[in-house]
Structures are given as C-alpha cells and as structure tokens.
C-alpha cells in the first residue's frame, strides 16, 4: 500500500500521506511530524504551486482561526498503484471473452469516447497534428512530428499505454480512435509492437 510517508526523512511525502487521511492545518501537521510551522508552511507551498493541495477552509478554535489544506481530489488517483493492475486484467478478461472484432470495436468507442472529453481541435493540418502530438505527450509519451509524402507522421518514442498494449493489441486503435476524433482528421495506427519498447506511429493524412 502506497501511503507516501514511509521515507521518515520526506517531509514533503509524509505531508502528503497526512493529508491522505484528513484536512490538517499548519499547525497540527507540524505537531505530528516534529517540525516547525515554517517547515511545514514551505512544503504546502510547493504543493500547492505543483496543484497537488487546496485550502480546505477555516478552522475554528480558540486561538486565532486557521486554514486547513486538503489533497484535490484529482491528484488522489496519481498515489495509486492499482489501475494499471486492474486495467492489464480488464483487458485480459474482454480479450478472452470477446471475438477480436468485438473487442475493436468496444476499442474503437472508448477512444471516441474520451475525445468527447476534450475540446475539439480547429485550425489546419499541421497546427491540429502538433495538437495530438502534445495530447499524447500529456498522458506521458514521448512524441515529435515527421513529414512523410504527404502525410505526417506522429511519432513515439515512449508509449504511455505500452503496458496495456503488451496485453491487448487493439489499446492502440481506441488512441487512433481517440486522435482522429480529437483533431477531426484521418489518423492511421502504425504502431510498434514487436520490440521491447512499444513505439507509437499515427500516420495524419490531408484530406
């Protein structure tokens, strides 16, 4: 179980693994690390500017009020451990009890799906290209743009999915599903599988 405060020298992570359980003002966090108030005070601000802590509100006692700070709810999901886990089974499990056309397609409406998500991208080819080149470096690739012809080709250097495609080949067409919605233009998957490293390849080809 990942809590963060398992380092008893990390400040910054036991804040963290303090926060994981409840608001704490400055002052009860300092208590319970043995630090000083200031210390503490460093360490939020850095959270804080990494967007990782809000203020939670006013707490009430007898002394001078004082803000307590809480986690944001978004970054919680960044301190587990067990979505990869549970994503590599899941794909497992639909990989054995679907036909493979199934299994595109179900693919194929995720990466539409999570498109919907986003703004859709205007303006010409190559700004809309370099659009989908930062997405995927968003969620963790390594990506540059290369002119092919008359295509562009984006290509991977880090795959940010690369363990959930070792298990199911078709997570790359529900990214080709969610590029192509996302920029509103054909992309074609030319990804590379078949090394140690997965490789991401969209091929974005002018109308």
């Known amino acids: 179980m990942n809590t963060w405060n398992a380092n008893p020298h990390n400040t910054r992570g036991r804040i963290i693994g303090l926060l994981r359980r409840s608001p704490q003002t400055v002052e009860e966090m300092a208590t319970a690390l043995g630090v000083t108030d200031n210390a503490v005070r460093a360490q ?26 809480a986690l944001k709810s978004e970054f919680e999901p960044l301190l587990s451990r067990a979505y990869i886990p549970m994503l590599v089974r899941l794909l497992r499990g639909i990989g054995q009890r679907l036909p493979p056309q199934q299994v595109t397609d179900l693919l194929n409406e995720v990466g539409r799906d999570w498109a919907r998500e986003l703004p859709q991208v205007s303006g010409d080819i190559k700004s809309k290209v370099v659009a989908a080149s930062n997405l995927l470096n968003e969620l963790g690739g390594v990506t540059e743009i290369e002119q092919e012809d008359r295509c562009l080709m984006i290509r991977g250097y880090s795959c940010p999915l690369a363990l959930a495609v070792r298990e199911n080949r078709g997570v790359c067409v529900a990214v080709q599903a969610l590029l192509s919605r996302y920029i509103g233009e054909h992309v074609i998957e030319h990804c590379d599988r078949e090394g140690e490293r997965v490789h991401c390849r969209f091929e974005v080809s002018p109308p």
């Open 44 to 69: 939020l601000a850095s959270l804080e500017r990494d967007g990782m802590v809000r203020q939670h509100g006013l707490r009430r006692g007898s002394g001078k009020p004082s803000f307590s700070y």
